[in-house]
Structure formats: structure tokens, C-alpha cells
């Protein structure tokens, strides 16, 4: 298990001799110039890999998600310092756009649908930017229906009179329209009954694993992230205070209790947790 000051080592960050996709060095945010965010924050992504972004409500998760997307300006945020490399290439200073045609999506937290369009237009709508023909849009629409059937039950319906999980696949899949190769993908599980977030995280395994879509998911359900994911990093206070292989996250007893938890003893409650028992030896 590595500390925040230790780099990852690329070789344990995703799928065996996967080589590195994506890769935050060091990276401190500011918002509206004062107040700072994230704090030297730096990960890797393995190209086809799946890797999990924990921690709490606040830790930073959000942000490192937009900073890398580039989408922090329109929220008064800036990358002040270190850089951000896809395929070895500096993209700290691209917009949004060439993120996108560079194959970086990011899927926002809470879904995002346009509500008055029907899940077909929707999913549409994430191949606006291609230029490839219709053939190859229709094929990726049925693609998405492939993994996502009820949509294509519900393809005629207005997104925004859908449920919950419907919509979170409504955005998934119209990411997926555009092609991409990296999605960014931020608190999949918010809002979802337990059942849909097993149906999410297993269509999202697939997808890694059918399609070759590398995945940078931010999320707070610890347990299920970790079962799904190669690699992990755990954010506190916008900074990585530990990351490792997600089997290895998943037996660490730090990570059991604080997390999970889970103690040698047993469950624990969580004010016992979280907080009269603040004791994380990596904050020492």
C-alpha cells in the first residue's frame, strides 16, 4: 500500500502491462482565487482499465473529475498548479471541446437528461460532434441498446419522465455515442436503489471489458467501486492520502474501518467511525 507521497506504480494502476492513459501530477485547484481545493493530487488511469476515486462528500472527487475535463472555469476554478497528461500530451489548457474530440467524457453527477427530448434524442445528442455518417451513428445506437435495453423499451419517452437509474443510463450511453475512449464518470450510484447500482457498475464492467472503454470513476459506495475496479485512490481533505490495487484497498483494515465499516471486532457503528475515533494513520 502506498502513501500520497509515494507515485503509483504504473504497472498496478489497471490491467496487467496495461500501459498509463491518463495522468494527474500533481495538481492543486483554487476556486473564485481563494479558496484551495485540491491539494498536489496525482493518479493514473491504465488504458482499459477501471479505476476508483474515493472518499467522502467533499474529499475532492468532483473536482479532480472537472479539472481534468476542463470544466472548472465555468465554476470560477483553475489548475494553479501541476500538470495533467493524456497519452503523454499536456491537456491542462484544452477546452472542453478538444477533451472531447481528444476521446475524455465526462459524465456529471446527477445525470443531466434533457428532460423534454425523449432517451433517443438524448442519446443522440453525444454524437452531435461525429462526422463518421449515419451508418455508424445507428450502429452505436443499437450498440447502447445492446448493453442497455431498457432504454431501447423506453427510447420513445420523454428522459425526463424516466426513473432514476434510467436516466443514469440515459447518460452513460450518450456518452458512449460519442465514442470515447476514457469516461469520466462521477458518483454513478447517487440516488440509485442497491439493485441499480449493481445493474450500473456490472454494465460498466462490461463496457470495459467488451469495448475497451477505460473508466475514472468518483465514488462514495466504497464497497462496490472496490469490486469493480482495478485500482483505487482515496481522496481526504483534496489530497490522496492512499491508493493500491482495489483487492488489496479491500483488505486494508484502515480502509475496512474507516470505509467499510468493517473492524477486526466487527461493524461498526458510524459515530464510532467517524467520529470518536479518528484515527488514520496516514493523517499523522
Not at 163 to 168: A, D, I, N, V
Request: charged share 25%; aromatic share 6%.
Amino acid at each position: 500500500m502506498t502513501q500520497s507521497q509515494t507515485a503509483p506504480d504504473p504497472a498496478t494502476t489497471g490491467p496487467a502491462g496495461a500501459e498509463t492513459l491518463l495522468e494527474v501530477q500533481n495538481i492543486e485547484v483554487i476556486y473564485n482565487h481563494v479558496i484551495l481545493v485540491l491539494k498536489g493530487v496525482s493518479l493514473k488511469v491504465a488504458r482499459g482499465g477501471i479505476t476508483a476515486l474515493l472518499g467522502g462528500n467533499g474529499a475532492g472527487k468532483t473536482t479532480t473529475l472537472k479539472a481534468i475535463s476542463n470544466l472548472l472555469r465555468s465554476e470560477r476554478g483553475e489548475v494553479t498548479k501541476g500538470s495533467i497528461l493524456y497519452r503523454d500530451r499536456e491537456v491542462k489548457d484544452l477546452n472542453p471541446t478538444a477533451m472531447v474530440k481528444l476521446g475524455v467524457i465526462l459524465v456529471m453527477e446527477g445525470r443531466h437528461c434533457f428532460g423534454h427530448l425523449t432517451v433517443e434524442e438524448n442519446l443522440l445528442t453525444g454524437a452531435y460532434t461525429r462526422r463518421d455518417g449515419k451508418a455508424a451513428i445507428a450502429a452505436d445506437l443499437e450498440m447502447v441498446y445492446s448493453y442497455f435495453p431498457r432504454l431501447k423499451l423506453r427510447r420513445k419517452s420523454q428522459a425526463g419522465y424516466t426513473s432514476g437509474g434510467e436516466q443514469q443510463m440515459v447518460a452513460i450511453g450518450r456518452a458512449l455515442m460519442s465514442r470515447p475512449e476514457t469516461i469520466l464518470l462521477d458518483e454513478p450510484s447517487m440516488g440509485l436503489a442497491p439493485q441499480l447500482v449493481e445493474e450500473i457498475f456490472g454494465i460498466v464492467k462490461g463496457l470495459n471489458e467488451n469495448e475497451g472503454v477505460s473508466f475514472l470513476l468518483a465514488e462514495q459506495n466504497t464497497n462496490v467501486a472496490l469490486r469493480f475496479a482495478h485500482h483505487g485512490y482515496i481522496l481526504e481533505s483534496g489530497r490522496v492520502v492512499m491508493d493500491g490495487p482495489a483487492a488489496a484497498l479491500r483488505e486494508n483494515a484502515d480502509v475496512k474501518e474507516f470505509y467499510l465499516g468493517m473492524s477486526d471486532e466487527g461493524r461498526k457503528s458510524f459515530r464510532d467511525v467517524r467520529s470518536y475515533r479518528r484515527r488514520k494513520r496516514w493523517l499523522a
